[in-house]
T-cell receptor, first 113, second 112 residues
Framework: KNQVEQSPQSLIILEGKNCTLQCNYTVSPFSNLRWYKQDTGRGPVSLTIMTFSENTKSNGRYTATLDADTKQSSLHITASQLSDSASYICVVSRNNAGNMLTFGGGTRLMVKP | EPEVTQTPSHQVTQMGQEVILRCVPI?????FYWYRQILGQKVEFLVSFYNNEISEKSEIFDDQFSVERPDGSNFTLKIRSTKLEDSAMYFCASNGAPYEQYFGPGTRLTVT
């Protein structure tokens, strides 16, 4: 079954600290993996997209890694800010699936002052 | 910066009624999608649409649902005979180039 699992479910960190979120997937055949940020009550916003051949990609303070062999990805957030408080969702797209996306349950991050 | 828009932001309807959720994708995009997110749960794919026809749909997207691109700008999701369990946030998304999908702000549907 095509699934995306994320850990931890929730995380509280202090402003300025770093954190790493994890994603494991069983989606096959694999096309690409995305990380989205979703504020409460809003639509997801793309942070990074990685294809099979890419193993790291950065977007400002966000750095995503991908190990296609072990089917694992991580999102590292550096020097967290209060505005980073949101849900971070790992999403995987299958080949030959018309861009159909399989979403993880997300990690709810709270950054405290 | 162009963005996907959705109307209404919140729709309340009675069980058994029909609702139409509207989306205006980014103007030069060719691929359109609907997703739903039941409160506290994962975002779930409903349907993708390309070249005026459905290209993929999930098992959630049964005969109760239909999509339409009635003109050059709107993309609609119709839910016939709504049920309590249809209460959710419904997100529209679109993309032009491969991979990237831009999501709208969502419509919160409440079925009473």
């Amino acid at each position: 079954k095509n699934q995306v699992e994320q850990s931890p479910q929730s995380l509280i960190i202090l402003e300025g600290k770093n954190c790493t979120l994890q994603c494991n997937y069983t989606v096959s055949p694999f096309s690409n993996l995305r990380w989205y940020k979703q504020d409460t009550g809003r639509g997801p916003v793309s942070l990074t997209i990685m294809t099979f051949s890419e193993n790291t990609k950065s977007n400002g303070r966000y750095t995503a890694t991908l190990d296609a062999d072990t089917k694992q990805s991580s999102l590292h957030i550096t020097a967290s800010q209060l505005s980073d408080s949101a849900s971070y969702i790992c999403v995987v797209s299958r080949n030959n699936a018309g861009n159909m996306l399989t979403f993880g349950g997300g990690t709810r991050l709270m950054v405290k002052p | 910066e162009p963005e996907v828009t959705q109307t209404p932001s919140h729709q309340v309807t009675q069980m058994g009624q029909e609702v139409i959720l509207r989306c205006v994708p980014i103007s030069n995009h060719l691929y359109f999608y609907w997703y739903r997110q039941i409160l506290g749960q994962k975002v779930e794919f409903l349907v993708s649409f390309y070249n005026n026809e459905i290209s993929e749909k999930s098992e959630i997207f049964d005969d109760q649902f239909s999509v339409e691109r009635p003109d050059g700008s709107n993309f609609t999701l119709k839910i016939r005979s709504t049920k309590l369990e249809d209460s959710a946030m419904y997100f529209c998304a679109s993309n032009g180039a491969p991979y990237e999908q831009y999501f709208g702000p969502g419509t919160r549907l409440t079925v009473t």
